[in-house]
């Protein structure tokens, strides 16, 4: 995504109210859907490398409850567990991707957004929301009619849809 059309997205939105964090990251979340740019977790290499890393320290410096690897994003809802802070854990996830990547791609330069945005879970019904938005991004985005179907995420792993918490 350009620094420039985010820095404008975020000029214009703050001036507009105090709710502009969410209002740039829906926008953030339907500009990359829709494909636009740098894609390379749509290479099946790159995409497998990530789902990798996702799941290689859960349980142990996360709990990982879901993930999805779109062509140009990921989506993960993680708790860091005890002694392991969501810094450090995004750091370290970012870090090793970018250099395997970077490697498989025979580039160099940043692969990953340096920021990463985060969003508390307030209750049950908004963690099986959450749950549910992530796994069905890829529906979501045209590239998959059922989210067991991607296989770059969590519920192809469950082989099963989610419902999301009625109510």
Not at 9 to 24: P, R, V, Y
């Amino acid at each position: 995504m350009p620094q420039a059309l985010l820095d404008k997205w975020k000029h214009e939105l703050a001036s507009e109210s105090e709710e502009w964090e969410d209002k740039l990251r829906y926008r953030i979340e339907a500009y990359l859907d829709r494909g636009i740019g740098e894609s390379y977790l749509a290479d099946k290499r790159i995409a497998g490398l990530i789902q990798s890393a996702l799941t290689y320290f859960d349980s142990q410096r996360y709990r990982l409850s879901a993930w999805v690897v779109m062509p140009n994003h990921v989506h993960l809802l993680a708790a860091p567990c005890i002694g392991h802070s969501l810094s450090n854990i995004m750091h370290s996830l970012k870090s090793y991707t970018a250099q395997e990547a970077n490697k498989m791609l025979n580039r160099r330069g940043n692969f990953w957004f340096e920021d990463y945005f985060d969003r508390y879970i307030r209750n049950a019904k908004h963690f099986e929301n959450a749950i549910n938005y992530i796994e069905s991004n890829p529906v979501r985005a045209g590239l998959c009619n059922s989210a067991r179907d991607w296989p770059f995420g969590s519920a192809c792993f469950r082989g099963g849809e989610r419902q999301a918490a009625s109510g």
